[in-house]
């Protein structure tokens, strides 16, 4: 695999973006969970139904992303 170089302003711009492309992100979340919630099931089965979903989502990185230069060619 053939290593990619990034200057300073591609990383700029990739900063610049990934705020509104979590936010994005995040909405779909939202409304999936809410399509979730919108079941016909009990309250109880939806609530760990939800809770377990958003255990695995926090996870993503579209959720949680940490900023370094070093791994940037892997974000």
């Known amino acids: 695999m ?3 170089e990034f ?3 591609d990383l700029t711009l990739f900063k610049n973006k990934i705020a509104g492309w979590q936010e994005a992100y995040i909405d779909r979340l939202n409304k999936e969970y809410i399509e979730l919630l919108s079941e016909d099931a009990k309250p109880s ?3 760990w139904k939800l809770d377990e979903r958003i255990k695995e989502d926090r996870k993503k990185t ?3 992303l940490e900023m370094n ?3 940037f060619f892997i974000i």
């Open 62 to 64: 579209g959720v949680l």
């Open 7 to 9: 200057t300073k302003q």
């Open 69 to 71: 230069r070093s791994p």
């Open 2 to 4: 053939q290593k990619q």
């Open 45 to 47: 089965v939806k609530f």
